[in-house]
């Protein structure tokens, strides 16, 4: 199956500054990636999709980009509700896989 | 507004059946296959495998395969996710989400809030 690798583990960002996350997939997924964003009791919310397109109602300070095996999520000026768990997913091969999340705290 | 309930959180025995449910309007259901992640302690998501809901087909990923069993009721817009002999390690978080088709297989745009399950003797 398709590895997912997410750097770093964990995160320190002041609010207001810009996060960069990464996700390296351990064989080619096309374009076909999500990145989701996870809080403690909440429903989790699909941020991208595509590696590049914004879901419904997510803001444009999010932002995806990459392809093959190379991703990158984006979140600039960070809102204090952006401080979450990241975690991307490959649709490209069976079965889809999903890394082992970013881990964005407050510095 | 476009959701998916899921059933509330359950304690358990190892060896114990469990059957927890995904509830969701007609309209979220229709056309669309309907899945189950895993978030163990600590751990990243695991995708399960899915359900149509249009005919109850279903597709599990090889990792649990044989472990539990994806199941349908059209007449109430739900889907189930049920273990035969929870073991102590089936203690999760379970999620329903909303696969939809992209590229060659999906992703999820719907997720449920999840079912916490905890098997401890």
């Known amino acids: 199956e398709t590895v997912m690798t997410q750097s770093p583990a964990t995160l320190s960002v002041s609010p207001g500054e810009r996060a960069t996350l990464s996700c390296w997939a351990s064989q080619s997924v096309s374009t076909n990636l999500a990145w989701y964003q996870l809080k403690p009791g909440q429903t989790p919310r699909l941020l991208i999709y595509g590696a590049s397109s914004r879901a419904t109602a997510i803001p444009a300070r999010f932002s995806g980009s990459g392809s093959g095996t190379e991703f990158t999520l984006t979140i600039t000026s960070l809102q204090s509700e952006d401080f979450a768990v990241y975690s991307c997913q490959q649709y490209n091969n069976w079965p889809v896989t999903f890394g082992q999340g970013t881990k964005v705290e407050i510095k | 507004e476009v959701q998916l309930v899921q059933s509330g959180a359950e304690v358990k025995k190892p060896g114990e059946t469990l059957k927890i449910s995904c509830q969701g309007s007609?309209?979220?259901?229709?056309?669309?296959?309907i899945g189950w992640v895993r978030q163990m302690p600590g751990q990243g998501l695991e995708w399960m495998g899915m359900?149509?809901?249009?005919?109850?087909?279903?597709r599990y990923s090889p990792s649990f395969e044989g472990q539990v069993t994806m199941s349908a009721d059209r007449s109430v817009t739900t889907i189930y996710l049920q273990w035969s002999s929870l073991k102590a390690s089936d203690t999760a978080v379970y999620y329903c989400?909303?696969?939809?088709?992209?590229?060659?297989?999906?992703?999820?745009?719907?997720w449920g809030e999840g079912t916490k399950v905890t098997v401890s003797s």
């Open positions: 989400a909303r696969h939809v088709a992209s590229g060659n297989y999906y992703y999820m745009d719907v």
């Open positions: 007609r309209n979220i259901f229709t056309g669309y296959w």
């Open positions: 359900v149509f809901h249009g005919d109850s087909d279903t």
